[in-house]
């Protein structure tokens, strides 16, 4: 066995609490090096006549990628505290292996195994149980529909008649998404993201001048209390931007700043590296990249946090909305997110917490400070096999079975999964409009453990390319919206729905990825469903399918029913097993 490449450490993704009385236990060995892993746990304290009361239990294999197999199993200790190790075994030795390196026979002192040393219900990572169900549509409200007029900006455009750019404006605004709620109902969505809604000056509004008012393009606060309202009424969550990393140039305590030098009372409000305060050729203070529009806050000074918390607390004390989306959530300090959870829980424990985090996200998932973070990971993973074709089925499946390991369970199972947003080209265009390939990730995306998101447009098939170009108005004319994609997603969101095991109850794991089809599994206790996707451009048979009588397609456009299935070039299948 390959003893270097046997890996466990307690807590995170590889020893946690699932829930308040169940811990999962994984182990990552070398690929196909081991052939079977046995827990030996037992309670700490548990001794009888000098001898450790211990119990053996077989661990699953739940997926391997390109190096590793990564093994797991749940247990519910009775005292809620573990000592344990791995029984590992291949054809030719067997070893323990705990805390304390390697054995070939089994360690009798306790003190040689990890330890977990008690389950204590308050560091759960617990998200709101309404998350697991929802399925999130992103407005970027300046583009979704303008139904008021007489609150239009400055030098607003015709609706759609001009390509989006940096600094142009078309009017979007609450009374537009108001209008046309009943599209996303139809749909299917029960969530809506809001990219940033407050005063500002850019058509994005990441440059916050005001974080306690509304733009006044978008609408009133009365306005946006019935949206809110109208939201709720139809089963709708409404989530906001928190842009708390920066603020925006005209922000008033910036404004002060460039006004009073190092006299201004926000001095220390900001990262200012020397004065004069300079804004070219770079800026002399911290900002978010290198926009001098964006200066970076200092949430480590109590009055600058304070206010921040504040501000976290106005929207949902006072219009009750379900979700913050933090932006840029990864350059802002782990002290200020962690009382940022306790002040917003207080008020409303059932709010969803969104970090805006692209890359590998653990530290700030352990129950602490976020619910979820924005899924990139994944995105990228199917983007980079249906859209850029630069990997392969196996290569992605690899990606995705890693990423799944590198998270808990009750974390991967309210990721906000997305195939495209405000900040990258859409997926359409990336397909190369192919819109075959299209159906294929969002068969992939709403099956896979999370929450999907759609991407305002993406459901009738609008194009786009990188920021500003994915950001065009919302083509309400129905002879220009692709049908035939927003019905295919309507079905995939009831089939989550009416489907335990094709939501987010069930487990998810790859059966096999080659030639270019995927096979994969979601079950429940009540349920099992195989999918099959073919994204390959010739007709392939699945020949190793253990199909019975009883066996029924659920969804697909696979051409011969048989016990060896043959999918269409770019077919799919969803199969009730
Ligand atoms: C503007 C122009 C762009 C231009 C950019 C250059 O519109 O065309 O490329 O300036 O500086 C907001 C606006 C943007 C605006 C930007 C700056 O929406 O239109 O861009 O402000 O004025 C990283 C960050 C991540 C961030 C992305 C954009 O980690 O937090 O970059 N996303 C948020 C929002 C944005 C918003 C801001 C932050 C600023 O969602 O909409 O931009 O408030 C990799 C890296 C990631 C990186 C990602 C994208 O994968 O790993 O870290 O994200 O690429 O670049």
């Known amino acids: 066995m390959q003893k270097e490449a046997i890996y466990h450490r307690p807590k995170n993704n590889f020893a946690y609490a699932y829930d308040e009385r169940t811990l999962h236990l994984r182990l990552k060995t070398k690929k196909d090096d081991t052939l079977s892993v046995t827990l030996i746990y037992g309670d700490p304290y548990d001794w009888k006549d000098n001898v450790w009361q211990y119990h053996k239990q077989k661990m699953l294999l739940t997926g391997s990628d390109d190096l590793f197999d990564y093994w797991t199993t749940s247990v519910e200790p009775p005292y809620r505290r573990m000592r344990y190790g791995f029984y590992l075994e291949d054809e030719s030795e067997s070893l323990v292996y705990t805390e304390k390196g390697f054995f070939t026979e089994q360690p009798l002192d306790t003190n040689d195994y990890f330890s977990f040393p008690f389950l204590n219900e308050i560091d759960v990572f617990k998200a709101p149980d309404w998350v697991k169900d929802t ?125 009073n030098g190092e006299d201004s009372k926000y001095k220390d409000w900001f990262h200012v590296r020397s004065f004069p305060i300079e804004t070219k050729p770079l800026p002399s203070y911290d900002t978010f990249a290198f926009e001098a529009s964006m200066p970076k806050l200092n949430t480590e000074n109590p009055e600058v946090k304070e206010y921040l918390l504040q501000v976290g607390k106005y929207w949902v004390e006072e219009f009750d909305i379900d979700g913050w989306r933090l932006d840029v959530a990864n350059e802002i300090d782990h002290q200020f997110w962690r009382d940022f959870r306790r002040t917003v829980k207080q008020i409303k424990p059932e709010l969803y917490i969104l970090g805006e985090i692209w890359h590998d996200s653990m530290p700030w998932l352990q129950g602490d400070q976020f ?207």
């Open 135 to 259: 399925v999130w549509y992103q407005i970027f409200p300046e583009r979704f529909a303008n139904g008021d007029s007489s609150i239009d900006p400055k030098g607003v455009l015709p609706w759609g008649e001009y390509p989006p750019a940096r600094d142009n404006f078309f009017g979007g605004d609450f009374q537009g998404v108001i209008d046309h709620l009943d599209h996303l109902t139809e749909l299917g969505i029960n969530g809506i993201y809001f990219t940033p809604i407050f005063k500002a000056k850019s058509n994005h509004k990441y440059d916050t001048i005001d974080y306690l008012e509304i733009d006044p393009q978008f609408g009133d606060k009365e306005t946006f209390k019935q949206l809110i309202k109208a939201c709720h009424e139809r089963g709708i969550k409404v989530m906001l931007d928190a842009v708390f990393n920066h603020s925006g140039y005209y922000f008033e305590p910036f404004q002060d700043l460039l006004k």
């Open 371 to 577: 619910d979820a973070v924005m899924n990139y990971p994944m995105t990228s993973a199917l983007l980079d096999h249906f859209a850029h074709e630069t990997i392969s089925v196996e290569t992605m499946a690899d990606r995705l079975t890693s990423l799944l390991h590198s998270y808990p369970d009750n974390v991967n199972e309210v990721a906000f999964n997305l195939l495209g947003s405000h900040d990258t080209p859409r997926m359409l265009t990336l397909a190369n409009d192919r819109k075959d390939l299209v159906k294929l990730m969002y068969m992939l995306q709403f099956s896979f453990p999370g929450t999907p998101c759609i991407y305002y447009g993406d459901e009738i098939g609008m194009k786009g390319g990188a920021d500003p170009g994915c950001r065009e108005c919302m083509i309400w004319d129905k002879t220009e919206q692709d049908t035939e994609l927003f019905d295919f997603l309507e079905e995939l969101i009831s089939l989550r729905k009416s489907h335990s095991a094709f939501g987010n109850s069930g487990s998810f794991h790859f059966v096999s990825a080659k030639d270019g089809v995927i096979q994969y599994k979601k079950e429940t206790t009540t349920e099992t469903l195989l999918f099959l996707i073919n994204s390959s451009e010739v007709i392939q048979s699945v020949e190793d399918l253990s199909l019975s009588n009883e066996t029924t397609s659920l969804f697909g456009n696979k051409i011969k029913p048989n016990t060896a299935l043959t999918l269409e070039p770019f077919g799919y299948e969803i199969i009730s097993l």
